[in-house]
Structure formats: C-alpha cells, structure tokens
C-alpha cells in the first residue's frame, strides 16, 4: 500500500465520522463521532505532512505550521 492509498483511506474514514456527527440521533453520539472526526483529521493531515515533506515541496503553511494542500 503507498501513502497515497493510505492517506485516501483515512480521508474516506474522517468523512464518514463527519457524516456521521451531522446525522447522529443523540447527543452522546454526535460527541463520539466528533472525536473520531478530529482523530481522522489529525491522521490524514500527519500523513500528508510527511508526504510532503519526503517530495520536500511544502508550498503553503497554515497560522499553526501545519501544511495546506
């Protein structure tokens, strides 16, 4: 599997979890789902923080240091 697969992977979960929270039933799961939303999130912007900086072209850097792509 190269990163591309796995980065495209973990961008399918953090969607899921996103709709996920948008159509939970109840409070309890709407907190749940956001969680794993944001541990997605975290996931897929590590993975293509590293992707970028082994293709060593960071273009662009957010307020908090983080790559855009």
Known sequence: MNNFVKVSYALQR??????RTLYASSTEESVTASKWADA????????????ADMEGRSKY??????FLH
């Open 14 to 19: 953090q969607q899921r979890a996103v709709e």
């Open 40 to 51: 997605w999130h975290r996931l897929v912007q590590a993975r293509l923080d590293r992707m």
């Open 61 to 66: 850097v957010d307020s908090r240091g983080r």
